[in-house]
């Protein structure tokens, strides 16, 4: 079983549309959860970054993060076409020097 | 300023030759990484500096060679690559070792032929 388990899509969603994307872990030491969001041929581009649990807004993006479940999600209100990209979910935990990547999940929002 | 600079951007080598990449943040951050990523993969990571100093070595391969000469720089140096090598190689920083946001650069994309 892999640390972090994330659909790699992809995700297909009409223009205004309310993204959900999601991932699972399972190691309970993970402390600092992270979004980034990737377009073709350029670097991750960190796009909200959560300590421990709770929720973090930033304009249209929603982080949440459930430890008792093991469980985030990144939520993109009024999606855009310029949203479509991959989305990687990253964590790591306190002390810990490695960051470990979910595999992405491609999204295309479509005009 | 949340900026890493990568060069050159692309890079196309030889199996015989050697060549460096290069990194460069203005933050203060006191971890580096290098990371390898092939195309619709995840990043994976190789290296990690944390204040200066070698501090993880993911079982790279000798034909890379990482090089930190001040906590602002950060480099990578290759030799005798092969063709599976072909990949975006990312730098990445973060401002204290483990457990914080890191910030990347745009990569550079490697061609070994």
């Known amino acids: 079983q892999k640390e972090v388990e994330q659909d790699p899509g992809p995700l297909s969603v009409p223009e205004g549309a309310i993204v959900s994307l999601n991932c699972t872990y399972s190691n309970s030491a993970f402390q600092y959860f992270m979004w980034y969001r990737q377009y073709s041929r350029k670097g991750p581009e960190l796009l909200m970054y959560?300590?421990?649990?709770g929720n973090k807004e930033d304009g249209r993006f929603t982080a949440q993060v459930d430890k008792s479940s093991k469980y985030i999600s990144l939520f993109i209100r009024d999606s855009q076409p310029s949203d479509s990209a991959t989305y990687l979910c990253?964590?790591?935990?306190?002390?810990?020097?490695?960051?470990?990547f979910g595999a992405g999940t491609r999204l295309f929002v479509k005009a | 300023d949340t900026e890493v600079t990568q060069t050159p951007k692309h890079l196309v080598m030889g199996m015989t030759n050697k060549k460096s990449l290069k990194c460069e943040q203005h933050?203060?951050?006191?971890?580096m990484y290098w990371y390898k990523q092939k195309a619709k993969k995840p990043p994976e990571l190789m290296f990690v500096?944390?204040?200066?100093?070698?501090?993880i070595n993911e079982s790279v391969p000798s034909r890379f060679s990482p090089e930190c000469p001040n906590s602002s720089l950060l480099n990578l140096h290759l030799h005798a690559l092969q063709p599976e090598d072909s990949a975006l190689y990312l730098c990445?920083?973060?401002?204290?070792?483990?457990?914080?946001?890191?910030?990347f650069g745009q990569g550079t994309r490697l061609t070994v032929v």
């Open positions: 990445a920083s973060s401002p204290l070792p483990g457990g914080s946001e890191a910030f």
């Open positions: 959560t300590y421990s649990s």
């Open positions: 933050m203060g951050h006191r971890a």
């Open positions: 500096y944390s204040y200066e100093k070698l501090s």
């Open positions: 990253a964590m790591s935990r306190t002390g810990g020097f490695k960051t470990i």
